[in-house]
């Protein structure tokens, strides 16, 4: 719905740009945060009929955050801004004496509520039944359901504000109809000469459900947190800002904007493709001469245009550059809906001179066919801002006469915006050294220069070191290449084809539209996709813009959220080609697992960014890679064609990748002044490793340097060891056990140990034995590292569980059954009985190899598998009980080599088996 107006108790006329300065001046002294280095766009006042020292201000003014409008109440020595609070107008009434009388009071309320805002929002007088309506997409009601208004019910409650007279305190009395909080009501306004109302007899009539009311205008601004006594400036009005001699903020984004304006009509004139037609017809029959003329022409003649630029608000500025003062003057601007910052409206009548709509600031339009419909039968031209075309609802898109496209800022557009700028041209020789940064800067560079008072030399020097600072945070800093990336899989070779795809369009050989727009890179945490994605830009040398989908998400509210997104894919169009890589996908979620209150706030989430994604498009060179370690949790419409349509799944690293690994951070250690000692066999620590990421051996590496640093020594193969198998930096800090204990640990992984040594593998997938205890609780633990090349059969399997059961089975043989420790089993799911039970279901129910025939996979055992279950448990360990006492003097030794050492490699246990003989054999 339309924001109401305030007429008839006051009469807009436009005010002088000194009155406005003056007025926002003394706002941003007493207000910082919201009127600090705000610069004056517009404004217009009021005579009001009870005042007779101050007049209502309308002001319009550029701050950081864009465009923004303000309310105020401006006298001869004060200026008090209308916020929503009462305060602001008993102040005035205080400083007016103000005395109310029959043909000023009902005027008065009108004011009063047109400017006090509550909890709910505002208070709106409904003085006509016109003011009422339904909407198109709204079927009118005969009658309210439950407390909801019909249309007629509505409009009957409404009534014309007006005097009955005093009470017997003097108080004028009215009668008013009031909507509130989404509900109509009517009340009794008592209201004293000094201008003090009191509602009285508020009776709520019903709800207004989906019937449409006036909107009061929005009256919050953004606040900045600038300190109060923070020196504060306005820019004064004229062709210089006050005291610098520099251009104030407003021209210097004119200058900015008239540039690119120019080139981009001067585009479209020289464009022969299909609908460009209109524009070259339209210059030739107007004798239009320069590009901004020609324009203005268009704009005269009621065009409606799109103009994309990711400038916020650029068609105010472009309003202010092509049409005339009494144009601009009776413009109207979309505001957001009422409760709705995503959404916004505009209303159409026969005052308004202009309309100017934003989608950088919103997403949709309200009720955009209706609009649409109005707009294009309207008598007034409509400017339309966007980052893309793609933005704009599309009945808007459908009635628009042109799109104008601003081009990026280049060498020769920059002369002539810095030209505009100084007033005068950039050094001689200022391109020396190249000149390429100069499409890389945005207007807010240019603000700079005025704010530090820059002489053109100093202000050429800062603008190439903000560019350049930006350029270095988008540059790929990461010193890995895609050749010191291993254990990637398939996921490299893809990268690899990225890469030739992206040099090919870079050099021209094929189009844009022939590279992959997006992958999914999908992995365990720590795998490598964030590096991945940063060397796929380092190789082609392009920009790499990094965000997080759940940075996004704590941005705020579902605005704030939303904005953060767009803001992350512009900057990837502005420094095209680019990867822009969004880590943290799954945290949008997917539409197919939502439920409650967030669906709908996740469901915004989700169309926003495939919205952006298809716009990736028009780019053509931005790539969206995206992150997860939860694919599941990704909406599946994001891995569609088109979208991020290629899943990349990252493996954990094999042996021989870790080892590779290990040697690129080891090498790095040493390149930076880090000592190796001549024992390291990175081998071994692969095979230690196994399991582990690329980044849990960078964490192994600079643990080990730690270690190593604190006795000012060489890195050792123990430092290395120390840190994959978590061993604590002091021996104090561990559990400390007494001798038993320590024996019977040792007891219990030597049963491990020997099961393996006697296994078919004879040991050789064995790694490490400890019997140190660590922080994590457990007391010691047997390594042992799959063959990569070894398939399971029903042996295997079987050994595999001996082993598990061989602790249980070595403290059975040395301490007898009925003192076998607790060890093996126990509440957590990673306890050795726990495994075992795992593994044997996996033999009965997954595998087949219960041996009773039965073959159907299941993950939920019948009863009569429950048994063999337990069968299969109970006969591997009694075959691992044999085997283990025929291996006695093995054992033994192991677990007094355990004793001794407390740690052994598998190297040591194999060389150990082998001094034995034949009492390491395999059997059975």
């Known amino acids: 719905m339309s924001e109401k107006s305030a007429e008839p108790w006051a009469s807009w006329t436009p005010c002088a740009d000194d009155e406005g300065t003056e007025a926002l001046t003394r706002l941003a002294a007493r207000l910082p945060a919201f009127f600090a280095d705000s610069t004056l766009v517009s404004c217009r006042w009021s005579a009001l009929s009870f005042y007779s020292d101050h007049r209502l201000m309308e002001l319009q003014f550029f701050r950081e955050h864009g465009m923004a409008r303000a309310y105020a109440l401006h006298g001869l020595h004060d200026t008090e801004w209308l916020s929503g609070e009462s305060n602001s107008i008993h102040e005035v009434n205080e400083a007016e004496s103000l005395e109310l009388t029959e043909s000023t ?3 008065y309320v009108r004011f009063f509520f047109y ?45 014309p504000l007006s005097a009955r007279g005093l009470d017997d305190t003097g108080r004028w009395l009215l009668d008013a109809a009031v909507t509130y909080g989404g509900h109509l009501f009517t009340c009794s306004l008592a209201v004293e000469s000094d201008g003090v109302v009191e509602m009285m007899d508020d009776e709520p009539i019903g709800a207004l459900g989906g019937l449409r009311v006036p909107q009061a205008p929005s009256l919050e601004l953004e606040a900045d947190g600038v300190p109060p006594s923070e020196e504060v400036r306005v820019d004064a009005p004229g062709g210089r800002g006050a005291g610098d001699g520099l251009p104030r903020d407003r021209q210097v984004t004119e200058a900015v904007v008239t540039v690119l304006l120019e080139d981009a009509i001067r585009e479209l004139n020289n464009d022969t493709r299909a609908g460009n037609i209109l524009l070259r017809r339209f210059n030739l029959e107007t004798q239009a001469g320069k590009p901004i003329k020609q324009l203005t022409h268009l704009i005269e003649s009621n065009a409606i245009v799109i103009i994309e630029s990711d400038i916020p608000f650029v068609e105010d500025v472009v309003a202010q550059l092509v049409a005339s003062s009494e144009t601009t003057e009776r413009a109207a601007r979309c505001s957001a809906i009422n409760g709705d910052d995503l959404r916004c409206e505009i209303t159409v009548n026969e005052y308004t001179r202009l309309y100017l709509l934003s989608f950088h600031a919103y997403r949709g339009l309200f009720d955009a066919e209706r609009a649409a419909h109005d707009l294009a039968f309207s008598e007034a031209p409509v400017l339309i801002g966007c980052n893309q075309a793609g933005e704009v609802p599309e009945p808007l898109r459908r009635i628009a006469d042109c799109t104008v496209t601003f081009p990026r800022i280049d060498r020769r557009r920059f002369a002539r915006i810095f030209e505009g700028v100084f007033d005068c041209k950039p050094a001689p020789g200022w391109e020396a050294g ?54 990637m899989g398939e996921a490299r070779q893809i990268a690899e084809d990225l890469i030739g795809d992206i040099r090919a369009a870079e050099a021209g050989r094929i189009p844009w539209s022939a590279v992959d727009k997006g992958l999914l890179l999908t992995g365990a945490p720590g795998t490598g996709k964030t590096t991945l994605a940063k060397a796929i830009a380092k190789e082609c040398g392009i920009k790499f813009v990094i965000a997080s989908a759940a940075a996004w998400q704590s941005a705020g509210a579902l605005d704030v959220h939303l904005r953060a997104m767009r803001t992350c894919f512009a900057e990837a169009r502005r420094y095209a080609p680019a990867i822009l890589f969004i880590d943290e996908l799954d945290s949008i979620g997917s539409r197919e697992r939502l439920e409650g209150s967030a669906e709908q706030y996740q469901t915004e989430v989700i169309n926003a960014l495939l919205e952006e994604i298809q716009g990736i498009e028009s780019t053509g060179s931005v790539i969206v890679i995206g992150a997860t370690n939860y694919l599941e949790k990704v909406d599946p419409a994001l891995r569609r064609a088109g979208r991020l349509d290629q899943v990349v799944e990252i493996p954990l690293p094999n042996i021989k990748s870790l080892a590779s690994i290990f040697d690129h951070y080891l090498s790095r250690y040493q390149k930076s002044g880090g000592e190796l000692g001549v024992d390291i066999d990175t081998k071994a620590l692969a095979d230690l490793a196994f399991g582990c990421t690329g980044a849990d051996v960078e964490f192994f590496v600079r643990g080990a340097a730690r270690r190593a640093r604190r006795e000012n020594r060489p890195v050792a193969q123990n430092d290395l060891v120390a840190e994959v198998t978590r061993r604590p930096r002091r021996p104090e800090n561990a559990p400390q056990l007494a001798a038993a204990e320590r024996h019977r640990i040792a007891v219990h992984e030597a049963g491990h140990t020997v099961a393996r040594l006697i296994s078919s593998t004879r040991g050789e997938d064995l790694t490490f034995v400890s019997i140190i205890p660590r922080l994590d609780g457990s007391l010691g633990f047997t390594a042992a590292v799959p063959d990569n090349t070894r398939v399971m059969t029903r042996r295997t399997m079987l050994e595999e569980l001996e082993t ?38 996996l033999i009965v129910c997954q595998s087949g190899f ?52 407390q740690e052994l490699t598998g190297n040591e246990l194999r060389r150990l088996a082998k001094s034995i003989g034949n009492g390491a054999a395999p059997t059975g």
């Open 115 to 159: 400017f006090l805002r509550a909890d709910d929002g505002a208070f709106v007088l409904i003085e006509s039944a016109d003011e009422v309506h339904a909407p198109a997409d709204v079927e009118e009601r005969d009658e309210g359901g439950d407390d909801t208004l019909s249309l007629k019910a509505a409009r009957a409650t409404a009534r």
């Open 850 to 901: 219960g041996g009773d025939g039965f073959l159907r996979w299941t993950t939920v055992p019948t009863p009569t598998q429950e048994g063999k279950i337990d069968d299969v448990i109970r006969s591997a360990y009694e075959s691992i009980l044999g085997r283990l006492q025929g291996c006695r003097p093995l054992l033994n030794r192991v677990v007094a080599a355990l004793e001794e050492k």
């Open 434 to 487: 190249g000149a390429d940064w100069t499409q890389f800067l945005v207007p807010g560079d240019f603000h700079l220069a005025r704010r530090l008072a820059l002489g053109p030399g100093d202000a050429l020097t800062v603008l190439k070191d903000r560019v350049e600072a930006r350029l270095v945070q988008l540059t790929p800093d990461d010193d890995v290449t895609m050749a010191d990336l291993h254990g």
């Open 804 to 841: 598990v059961l061989a602790g249980r089975a070595s403290e059975e043989l040395a301490f007898g059954a009925d003192d076998i420790g607790a060890g093996a089993g126990g509440m957590s799911s990673g306890c050795d009985l726990a495994v075992a039970t795992r593994f044997a279901t």
């Open 105 to 107: 009071v009902a005027d």
